[in-house]
């Protein structure tokens, strides 16, 4: 378990936070030269893929799009144009946006031989982790320089829901899952280890909506609500200060718990 505290960044603007979450990923990609010659991130859906889409990110000279290699955090049982598949959000949102100059990032999308099967689907792309992280040695658990999350009104994140069986996972570096509580219900996700064990890890939550959730995850441990800790809570607790919140003042202002104004 890592030491410290998360770190919760509020912002009055969305520009402002896009911003500050460009010179943090502009940081961890030179974090990630420092150790090696690639910068390995996951990242998942919902509204992440167009806060990280700044003009600053997309067009900076300092992004080296061609040393990126991007895995999903989660990813929906659905072929890759499908309206739920989050390869096509990012697609849409980003990949497609980036110009032909800046180099182009290798993207590992699950295989869509494998839908009828989640456990399949989840199997094959642990084995597309493999192949990367732990080509030459053995590895314990994937060490992505950089993990994307985004965080649901319910707390969950990735597709790690609250009170689900996955959230115990300690063998799988990728888990199935058939019941997930809103559609599609049939998904694929890291697991808790392979989140607490990334070098970095930047939650992204904006908006009334987070209001709520936001105040119980920094606020209420554990969740009153069934003494269970969400699974938002859960990476916080885990990962400690390599744990980075950008949010805006709707979802955050009204959280207890220390905040920045900037990186």
Request: hydrophobic share 45%.
């Amino acid at each position: 378990m890592s030491a410290g505290h998360p770190k919760l960044y509020v912002f009055p603007t969305a520009a402002a936070l896009q911003s500050d979450l460009y010179t943090y990923v502009l940081q961890a990609q030179a974090d990630a030269f420092a150790r090696h010659n690639i910068f390995k991130v996951a990242v998942s859906g919902g509204s992440l893929p167009a806060y990280l889409a700044s003009h600053e990110l997309l067009n900076s000279r300092d992004i080296r799009w061609d040393k990126w290699e991007i895995f999903f955090a989660d990813e929906r049982a659905v072929p890759l144009d499908h309206p739920d598949s989050n390869y096509g959000l990012l697609k849409k949102k980003l990949l497609d946006k980036i110009p032909i100059e800046r180099g182009t990032p290798v993207v590992v999308p699950i295989d869509v031989d494998k839908l009828d099967d989640t456990q399949e689907l989840a199997d094959a792309y642990e084995q597309a982790l493999v192949k990367s992280f732990a080509a030459k040695d053995s590895v314990k658990l994937p060490m992505f320089d950089l993990i994307l999350l985004g965080c649901g009104n319910d707390g969950h994140t990735c597709s790690l829901f609250p009170g689900h069986p996955l959230l115990r996972e300690d063998v799988a570096w990728v888990g199935a899952i058939d019941d997930a509580p809103k559609s599609p219900p049939r998904r694929i996700t890291l697991s808790l280890m392979v989140l607490q064990h990334a070098l970095k890890v930047a939650f992204v939550a904006a908006g009334a909506s987070k209001h709520e959730v936001m105040k119980r995850i920094f606020d209420e441990h554990p969740d009153v609500q069934g003494g269970q800790v969400l699974p938002s809570a859960l990476v916080n607790q885990r990962a400690g200060d390599k744990v980075s919140w950008f949010c805006d003042e709707d979802a955050a202002g009204g959280v207890a718990f220390p905040k920045k104004s900037s990186l």
